[in-house]
């Protein structure tokens, strides 16, 4: 009888321990942003992103300096960091949301899953409410976390100055390409 | 410095008018063509100006990994991060991890392997090889592009560490 409780409670603390390393995170996911008009195609990737997932709640945080955007122009960057985003003024941007079906996804066996996020982004100090549908590959125990989706400059307050509304889009693809490894 | 600018442009508009009104027309003409083609030479540099390979550029700080953390960990970081900032540093450290995605980028981690904060380096897209020839745990010497310090904060209760992060790194010494 002691032995059997002893092997429930060992298979308990096996299980939670298991169950306790449920989160999955980076500090140098790549993340994107396109802009394409008529004149020219302008973008700009970022691959020291933080982002960390809770596998069990579906739980999606990222966190994203401003600055560590690399245009290949200079110029492009530094307009980029003191005119538009004001990242001295709003060092950061970031994500809180949720994987709306999480229980789809099978963390635990390879595989593609498609998921919807759902959450809100800060940008320029302006919160929204944001919705993308993309996809988590389940690879040996890492995961590839995927997305793309389209924001309004204006929504967040981002002005482009005026000789430059024929070279910006008013509507900004931000691609999501972020490798998560198991947190210990 | 502006002002003095200003004064000068005005000097040059008031010469130019003395030359037209003496009738100096082709001298005018040449300086009116002289000054767009500079400014559009310059302008057309401005726009396609790309950034420079930070082998060919000095560092202004040279810095341990261990100090540099130390520094922003203690002190108040709007300060270190405004001293700091768009500055190309050169960071000696101890290789704490190498890691790299399904692009091949590279970032390497430097600090000391019993902490959790560590100085962050992404490599430079035309550089990548040299990272992966690095060790684990081997001393080395990069410099890079300060982009920021992120302050560790907790994430749905973990704590992700704090770093300082830098692009566009690149090896100078790799110390075996």
């Known amino acids: 009888m002691k ?52 596998s069990k709640t579906g739980d999606l945080q990222f966190a994203v300096l401003m600055k560590g955007f690399e245009f290949k122009k200079a110029k492009m960057q530094e307009d980029f960091n003191s005119d538009y985003v004001e990242s001295s003024k709003f060092p950061k941007s970031e994500f809180k949301g949720q994987i709306t079906n999480n229980s789809t996804v099978n963390y635990s066996s390879n595989g ?18 944001v919705e993308s549908t993309g ?30 509304l024929d070279n910006i889009s008013k509507s900004i693809k931000i691609t999501v390409d972020c490798t998560l490894e198991p947190l210990k | 410095m502006n002002s003095l600018l200003l004064l000068a442009i005005i000097g040059l508009l008031i010469f130019i008018g003395l030359l037209w009104i003496f009738r100096k027309r082709k001298i005018v003409l040449l ?43 203690t002190e108040d970081s709007t ?12 960071i000696s450290g101890n290789v704490k991890e190498i890691k790299n995605n399904d692009q091949s980028d590279y970032t390497i981690l430097l600090g000391d392997s019993n902490t959790i904060s560590s100085i962050q380096c992404e490599m430079d897209t035309s550089h990548q090889l040299n990272a992966a020839e690095l060790t684990k745990g081997s001393s ?8 920021g310090f992120q302050k560790g904060e907790m994430m749905m209760d973990v704590s992700l560490g704090s770093d300082v992060k830098l692009n566009r790194c690149v090896i100078i010494k790799n110390k075996k």
């Not at chain 1, 002893?6 to 994107?32: L, R, W």
């Not at chain 2, 063509?33 to 000095?58: F, P």
Request: glycine letters at 6%; charged letters at 20%.
């Open chain 1, 3 to 54: 032995r059997k409780t002893f092997i429930i409670g060992f298979a308990i603390i096996v299980f939670a321990s298991i169950a306790n390393a449920q989160k999955f995170y980076t500090k140098s996911g790549k993340i994107s942003i396109f802009s394409t008009t008529s004149v020219e195609n302008i973008s700009a990737a970022n691959k020291s992103s933080v982002c960390l997932l809770d």
């Open chain 2, 79 to 90: 300060i270190t991060n405004k001293k700091y900032d768009n500055q190309i540093l050169e």
């Open chain 2, 140 to 147: 080395v010497k990069i410099r890079g592009h300060f982009v």
């Open chain 1, 135 to 164: 996809t988590i590959t389940v690879k040996d125990g890492k995961l590839l976390a995927n997305a793309v989706f389209n924001t309004l400059i204006a929504d967040y307050n981002i002005k482009v100055p005026k000789m430059y």
């Open chain 2, 31 to 73: 300086i009116i063509v002289l000054a767009a083609g500079t400014i559009g030479w310059y302008g057309y540099g401005e726009y396609s100006r790309s950034h420079k390979d930070l082998l060919n550029v000095k560092a202004k700080y040279n810095i341990s990994a261990t100090e540099l953390l130390h520094e922003f960990e």
């Open chain 1, 112 to 129: 593609v899953y498609s998921v919807n996020v759902k959450g809100k982004l800060t940008i320029h100090g302006v919160t929204k409410d």
